[in-house]
Nanobody, 126 residues
């Protein structure tokens, strides 16, 4: 199985940037799709971005497209989320998650993802 630990969250002013990291351990990290979700207080956890196991395809929620970039470094067993032009509405706990590439669930669905990190808080002040 895969264990995931997020880091890099913090407090930033609107318009600023943060880079989140997700350190993964476990068998066959490179065969998993790696995604980021976020959850604001009182709201459902929502899809943010995913990078496929090959690293050649990415997908973003409309709310972050053009501002966030997901990437992975399989040699370091690490997934990143570069967040630019941050907005107060980006404030949430951000979770790293992994999914088997062969999962029948859609890439934006929580049910697809088998393993989850503990989350890292991102707070964007106005």
């Amino acid at each position: 199985q895969v264990q995931l630990v997020e880091s890099g969250g913090g407090l930033v002013q609107a318009g600023g940037s943060l880079r989140l990291s997700c350190a993964a351990s476990g068998r066959t990290f490179s065969t998993y799709d790696m995604g980021w979700f976020r959850q604001a207080p009182g709201k459902e956890r929502e899809f943010v971005a995913v990078v496929r196991w090959s690293g050649g395809n990415t997908y973003y929620a409309d709310s972050v497209k053009g501002r966030f970039t997901i990437s992975r470094d399989n040699a370091k067993n690490t997934v990143y989320l570069q967040m630019n032009s941050l907005k107060p509405e980006d404030t949430a706990v951000y979770y790293c998650a992994s999914a088997e590439a062969s999962s029948p669930w859609g890439i934006t669905l929580k049910a697809r993802y088998t393993y989850w990190g503990q989350g890292t808080q991102v707070t964007v002040s106005s």
